[in-house]
């Protein structure tokens, strides 16, 4: 077995000696959870506590609130966006350090299911639609996490790919499909970067639930020798004897599940074979080895980062993933010296949206928004929203809330069921989660606060959760509702979306009000979580509008940040429209219309209409680019850095020929088969997969190809092709070199073209520079049962996207 450096080996049988030292209900004991994060400890094994985390967008820990920050780092599509691995493998040994600062042996990260389509909830959360770019910065993702001696937990396994009842549908997947697109990353992750960890789905696949799917053990184990561990996602494992048998090895949350006191039953009764247990404990007790959970083993050592290097590498990845879709003019980069005043505009101008929602939360220790990294370098600002993109209530931020010894924040105070106070803790935010943690003896929580109005207008205060809230204003209850989910919500609504109830409260400028929200949780639920929401007062859209255009005409320039919000993106539920929410469509024709000098940057984690996107300059896709944005944005913005990245995903022109997310009779099917995303002809595309600009032009100048004789190669070798392609602009840039098969007259269903490979590289103006890609026999391969090669002519086009290939060369494979 592959250990992190620095750990001593441990023998298989060294292992399995450990396993034969514990009883059976000792070892059924370690297969499920002993919490929301963290597995029992066995001083009979060696066993520390092993604790997991929630990322990818950072490392949240066993604290979910700002009082134990997380590095911000960007999200998967803005990851994938760079489509370089050497910078993803660096930032998994950012996530690393930041793991073993948190106490952190296991990352539930990376999610590798596919962008089917824009719809999907989660799609922020996920690299590609391309399952071969997927792979790539899949494994640079996990060899960085587990080169540091932390674990990656590859998930979801398989084919959840969007949140409409994903824990009850079934994806009827065909076969081809499964296994050319959902499943190959999966499999280079497992094969290529020996993941330690797999979560399995919630989601059915071709009649199986996936906790229970015999494609654990075929696929998993037998086919491509993973040697790691099984877990559920969280509350997904719903049978003792099913899913025991079908290679799931651990059941969390703890403690509470189907196996415990069952699962022994079922080995005493023959119904589970304890060597089937001992697979597990033994799969259990080789993860705690390679991340240093085992008592008697040195944990790995990872360098602790500082807060510069985390900012630098953050803020690098972040430009090194903004893809500038649209650049007429030249009008980007900005001149550095002799710009006057620019306007920064939009709702997510101010509030940068720097990550997406549910699970991937994590809360940063500071977020530089557009307007404070344009006015950090130097630039005269003017800001407005212009529009109001959300229609709940936000969470309270400090800006109008004090303690009442007068600090920033709330005060909590913990209230048992005889009205005592039990416990008091000073907040800086509004949002409140203890997962799997009963707050004993308290049976309520009061949040205390002074609001204190900084400007005139009407403040919206209230609560968001499932349970009893209560509201107070100056000393009268102004509320009294229990708040309730809908029939069939999931369970990520209740801690993103919840229910809200406010109330609204009218201030002058400088005015405070004391104002007191209770909150009582129902005993049975999986945890204390709920909102305290402020919403500070806000003109009608038109004013805004108004107010927006007149400083962008009055601007040398102007920078509209639109994007998604919480309620668009996040875990739990799929998307309803690819539209900006509310009226950002019309801010930004507007402020075009005022000063054609006018950039748009998307804020938004996936893809989203653009309308207006021929109307205007300059577009900059963002994505969730983590807590460094507005700084990255200014590097960008003003040329210190190339906007580096190249679209991971297609971004439509319509939602016309889009697959859907919406089960029937709780089946999803996936009738579109191989075509999705820009392999789905009836896709038009806004910008095509693959789409960059950068702030160079690039010429392809010549390829060469090493097969030997005429073109012809062996089936099972590698195809390498060198291509030499030549800076023509004034800066230097990087290019990423893209190589795409296609097989004219197939006797195969095929896609138009696919992705076979790609390479950068990086020169000078007017500098030639030679890109190696190396295209591997699975390119030209098909499922048939088995890996097959159609034998014959295949034609690889080399360019920049996926539609602008200038040259192209034929192969044949036998």
Same mark, same amino acid.
């Given at each position: 077995?592959?250990?992190?450096?620095?750990?001593?080996?441990?023998?298989?049988?060294?292992?399995?000696?450990?396993?034969?030292?514990?009883?059976?209900?000792?070892?059924?004991?370690?297969?499920?959870?002993?919490?929301?994060?963290?597995? =029992?400890?066995?001083?009979?094994?060696?066993?520390?506590?092993?604790?997991?985390?929630?990322?990818?967008?950072?490392?949240?820990?066993?604290?979910?609130?700002?009082?134990?920050?997380?590095?911000?780092?960007?999200?998967?599509?803005?990851?994938?966006?760079?489509?370089?691995?050497?910078?993803?493998?660096?930032?998994?040994?950012?996530?690393?350090?930041?793991?073993?600062?948190?106490?952190? @042996?296991?990352? &539930?990260?990376?999610?590798?299911?596919? @962008? *089917?389509?824009?719809?999907?909830?989660?799609?922020?959360?996920?690299?590609?639609?391309?399952?071969?770019?997927?792979?790539?910065?899949?494994?640079?993702?996990?060899?960085?996490?587990?080169?540091?001696?932390?674990?990656?937990?590859?998930? =979801?396994?398989?084919?959840?790919?969007?949140?409409?009842?994903?824990?009850?549908?079934?994806?009827?997947?065909?076969?081809?499909?499964? *296994?050319?697109?959902?499943?190959?990353?999966?499999?280079?992750?497992?094969?290529?970067?020996?993941?330690?960890?797999?979560?399995?789905?919630?989601?059915?696949?071709?009649?199986?639930?996936?906790?229970?799917?015999?494609?654990?053990?075929?696929?998993?184990?037998?086919?491509?020798?993973?040697?790691?561990?099984?877990?559920?996602?969280?509350?997904?494992?719903?049978?003792?004897?099913?899913?025991?048998?079908?290679?799931?090895?651990?059941?969390?949350?703890?403690?509470?599940?189907?196996?415990?006191?069952?699962?022994?039953?079922?080995? *005493?009764?023959?119904?589970?074979?304890?060597?089937?247990?001992?697979?597990?404990?033994?799969?259990?007790?080789?993860?705690?080895?390679?991340?240093?959970?085992? %008592?008697?083993?040195?944990?790995?050592?990872?360098? +602790?980062?500082?807060?510069?290097?985390?900012?630098?590498?953050?803020?690098?990845?972040?430009?090194?993933?903004?893809?500038?879709?649209?650049?007429?003019?030249? &009008?980007?980069?900005?001149?550095?010296?002799?710009?006057?005043?620019?306007?920064?505009?939009?709702?997510?101008?101010?509030?940068?949206?720097? /990550?997406?929602?549910?699970?991937?939360?994590?809360?940063?220790?500071?977020?530089?928004?557009?307007?404070?990294?344009?006015?950090?370098?130097?630039?005269?600002? %003017?800001?407005?929203?212009?529009?109001?993109?959300? %229609?709940?209530?936000?969470?309270?931020?400090?800006?109008?809330?004090?303690?009442?010894?007068?600090?920033?924040?709330?005060?909590?105070?913990?209230?048992?069921?005889?009205?005592?106070?039990?416990?008091?803790?000073?907040?800086?935010?509004?949002?409140?989660?203890?997962?799997?943690?009963?707050?004993?003896?308290?049976?309520?929580?009061?949040?205390?606060?002074?609001?204190?109005?900084?400007?005139?207008?009407?403040?919206?205060?209230?609560?968001?959760?499932?349970?009893?809230?209560?509201?107070?204003?100056?000393?009268?209850?102004?509320?009294?509702?229990?708040?309730?989910?809908?029939?069939?919500?999931?369970?990520?609504? +209740?801690?993103?979306?919840?229910?809200?109830?406010?109330?609204?409260?009218?201030?002058?400028?400088?005015?405070?009000?004391?104002?007191?929200?209770?909150?009582?949780?129902?005993?049975?639920?999986?945890?204390?979580?709920?909102?305290?929401?402020?919403?500070?007062?806000?003109?009608?859209?038109?004013?805004?509008?108004?107010?927006?255009?007149?400083?962008?005409?009055?601007?040398?320039?102007?920078?509209?940040?639109?994007?998604?919000?919480?309620?668009?993106?996040?875990?739990?539920?799929?998307?309803?429209?690819?539209?900006?929410?509310?009226?950002?469509?019309?801010?930004?024709?507007?402020?075009?219309?005022?000063?054609?000098?006018?950039?748009?940057?998307?804020?938004?984690?996936?893809?989203?209409?653009?309308?207006?996107?021929?109307?205007?300059?300059?577009? &900059?896709?963002?994505?969730?680019?983590?807590?460094?944005?507005?700084?990255?944005?200014?590097?960008?913005?003003?040329?210190?850095?190339?906007?580096?990245?190249?679209?991971?995903?297609?971004?439509?022109?319509?939602?016309?020929? /889009?697959?859907?997310?919406?089960?029937?009779?709780?089946?999803?099917?996936?009738?579109?088969?191989?075509?999705?995303?820009? *392999?789905?002809?009836?896709?038009?595309?806004?910008?095509?997969?693959? =789409?960059?600009?950068?702030?160079?032009?690039?010429?392809?100048?010549?390829?060469?190809?090493?097969?030997?004789?005429?073109?012809?190669?062996?089936?099972?070798? $590698?195809?390498?092709? %060198?291509?030499?392609?030549?800076?023509?602009?004034?800066?230097?840039?990087?290019?990423?070199?893209?190589?795409?098969?296609?097989?004219?007259?197939?006797?195969?269903?095929?896609?138009?073209?696919?992705?076979?490979?790609?390479?950068?590289?990086?020169?000078?103006?007017?500098?030639?520079?030679?890109?190696?890609?190396?295209?591997?026999?699975?390119?030209?391969? @098909?499922? $048939?049962?088995?890996?097959?090669?159609?034998?014959?002519?295949?034609?690889?086009?080399?360019?920049?996207?996926?539609?602008?290939?200038?040259?192209?060369?034929?192969?044949?494979?036998?």
């Amino acid at each position: 077995m592959t250990l992190p450096t620095g750990v001593t080996p441990l023998i298989e049988p060294d292992l399995a000696t450990r396993v034969a030292r514990l009883s059976l209900e000792q070892k059924v004991r370690l297969l499920t959870g002993a919490d929301f994060w963290s597995l =029992h400890p066995e001083p009979d094994a060696g066993l520390g506590r092993l604790v997991v985390s929630d990322g990818p967008a950072g490392v949240r820990g066993e604290l979910w609130d700002e009082r134990e920050p997380s590095a911000n780092v960007p999200s998967p599509t803005a990851l994938a966006a760079t489509w370089d691995e050497d910078l993803v493998e660096a930032l998994g040994g950012l996530l690393a350090a930041e793991a073993r600062r948190k106490g952190v @042996h296991v990352l &539930l990260a990376p999610t590798v299911n596919l @962008h *089917r389509t824009p719809y999907g909830g989660r799609h922020f959360e996920c690299f590609s639609e391309d399952p071969l770019l997927t792979a790539r910065i899949g494994v640079a993702y996990v060899r960085g996490l587990q080169n540091a001696g932390v674990g990656a937990t590859v998930k =979801h396994f398989v084919a959840n790919d969007s949140e409409t009842e994903r824990m009850t549908l079934d994806a009827q997947v065909d076969e081809r499909a499964l *296994r050319e697109l959902y499943l190959a990353p999966f499999e280079a992750i497992v094969r290529e970067a020996g993941v330690w960890s797999v979560m399995a789905a919630y989601n059915g696949v071709n009649g199986a639930t996936m906790t229970e799917s015999p494609l654990l053990r075929q696929i998993l184990h037998d086919e491509w020798g993973f040697d790691g561990l099984v877990m559920s996602d969280w509350f997904a494992t719903r049978s003792t004897e099913p899913a025991a048998n079908a290679a799931l090895d651990l059941v969390m949350p703890g403690p509470h599940g189907p196996w415990g006191e069952a699962l022994v039953a079922a080995v *005493r009764a023959g119904k589970v074979a304890e060597s089937t247990v001992d697979d597990k404990v033994l799969r259990l007790l080789r993860l705690a080895a390679r991340v240093g959970a085992l %008592t008697d083993v040195p944990a790995p050592d990872v360098p +602790a980062l500082t807060a510069d290097q985390i900012a630098l590498r953050i803020r690098e990845t972040a430009a090194a993933g903004f893809v500038l879709a649209r650049n007429e003019g030249a &009008l980007l980069p900005l001149p550095a010296t002799g710009l006057g005043t620019v306007a920064v505009l939009g709702p997510n101008a101010d509030v940068a949206r720097t /990550l997406g929602g549910g699970s991937a939360t994590v809360f940063p220790p500071y977020v530089v928004s557009a307007v404070d990294g344009l006015r950090g370098a130097g630039v005269e600002v %003017t800001h407005a929203p212009g529009v109001r993109a959300h %229609t709940r209530i936000p969470v309270a931020r400090p800006t109008w809330l004090r303690t009442p010894d007068g600090r920033p924040g709330a005060e909590l105070r913990f209230i048992a069921a005889d009205g005592s106070v039990v416990a008091t803790e000073h907040r800086t935010g509004g949002a409140f989660i203890w997962l799997g943690a009963a707050i004993a003896p308290a049976t309520h929580v009061a949040v205390h606060a002074t609001l204190v109005a900084t400007a005139a207008g009407r403040y919206e205060v209230g609560g968001s959760g499932v349970g009893r809230f209560r509201l107070a204003v100056r000393g009268t209850e102004v509320f009294d509702d229990e708040l309730v989910l809908g029939p069939g919500a999931d369970i990520a609504e +209740a801690l993103m979306t919840p229910p809200q109830r406010t109330y609204p409260v009218y201030l002058e400028a400088g005015e405070s009000a004391e104002v007191v929200l209770t909150y009582e949780w129902a005993p049975d639920g999986f945890g204390v979580v709920f909102q305290f929401n402020v919403d500070p007062p806000f003109g009608t859209d038109e004013e805004e509008i108004e107010r927006a255009v007149a400083l962008a005409r009055d601007a040398d320039v102007a920078v509209v940040v639109v994007g998604t919000t919480e309620e668009v993106e996040s875990e739990g539920f799929d998307r309803t429209s690819l539209a900006l929410p509310g009226r950002q469509d019309e801010l930004v024709r507007r402020v075009a219309a005022a000063n054609p000098r006018t950039v748009v940057v998307v804020n938004a984690g996936a893809p989203v209409l653009l309308p207006w996107a021929d109307e205007v300059a300059a577009v &900059l896709l963002a994505w969730f680019p983590g807590q460094e944005f507005g700084n990255a944005l200014a590097d960008v913005l003003f040329g210190l850095t190339e906007p580096g990245g190249r679209l991971p995903t297609t971004w439509p022109r319509t939602e016309v020929g /889009l697959p859907q997310t919406r089960p029937v009779d709780s089946v999803l099917k996936y009738g579109e088969g191989l075509a999705i995303g820009y *392999r789905g002809a009836g896709t038009e595309a806004r910008y095509p997969f693959g =789409h960059g600009l950068g702030y160079t032009s690039w010429e392809y100048t010549s390829m060469s190809c090493d097969a030997a004789g005429e073109g012809e190669v062996a089936a099972s070798g $590698d195809v390498v092709l %060198t291509v030499r392609v030549r800076n023509t602009g004034e800066r230097a840039g990087r290019e990423v070199v893209q190589v795409y098969a296609s097989r004219p007259g197939s006797a195969i269903d095929r896609p138009a073209r696919w992705l076979a490979g790609f390479a950068a590289v990086t020169a000078a103006p007017g500098e030639e520079a030679t890109a190696t890609v190396t295209i591997r026999p699975r390119a030209f391969q @098909h499922w $048939d049962g088995g890996w097959t090669t159609e034998p014959g002519a295949f034609t690889l086009h080399i360019g920049r996207s996926v539609v602008d290939t200038p040259l192209r060369h034929e192969v044949e494979i036998r």
